[in-house]
């Protein structure tokens, strides 16, 4: 009994390290780089 558990913790950590590393490499979802502007206008208080 105590094995079949040990066995399946060590499944589990072994899918979460495939799955961190996976991740690691094909998870960057950061969005593509764009040029933004705003145009302010200033008020010295005239």
């Known amino acids: ?3 079949r558990l040990v066995k399946f913790l060590l499944l ?3 899918i979460g390290v ?3 590393v996976g991740y690691a ?3 960057d ?3 593509e780089p764009s040029e933004q502007s705003l145009t302010v ?3 010295a208080g005239s």
């Open 29 to 31: 979802l950061a969005p």
């Open 18 to 20: 495939i799955g961190l």
């Open 12 to 14: 589990v950590v072994v």
């Open 41 to 43: 206008t200033l008020d």
């Open 1 to 3: 009994m105590i094995g």
């Open 25 to 27: 490499y094909i998870g």
